[in-house]
């Protein structure tokens, strides 16, 4: 296995990492901003919260669709 395709596992790995964080913070987020907040843009916010938990999901996907794709070949 060389550097270059260890480290685009290794990249792989991290941005699977960062998108379930993404995912993980994001429900939690949009729940404060819908419940317990009482600011004027709370429900903008609160969808914004949403949108990311989407975005974090497919970083997710992607990232693991990638690594479980290409770990038997790097064996």
């Given amino acids: 296995m060389s550097i270059s395709e ?8 991290l941005v699977a990492g960062a ?5 993980l ?3 939690i987020y949009s729940i404060c901003c819908f419940f317990s907040s009482h600011k004027p843009y709370h429900i903008l916010f609160g969808c914004a919260g949403i949108l990311a938990f989407f975005i974090g999901y497919g970083l997710y996907k992607f990232a693991l669709t990638y690594i479980y794709d290409e770990r038997d070949y790097y064996r």
Avoid: A, E, N, Y
Avoid at 6 to 13: A, V
Avoid at 19 to 23: D, I, N, V
């Fill in 6 to 13: 260890f480290l685009r596992i290794i990249i792989s790995t």
């Fill in 19 to 23: 998108g379930m964080l993404l995912g």
């Fill in 25 to 27: 913070i994001s429900p």
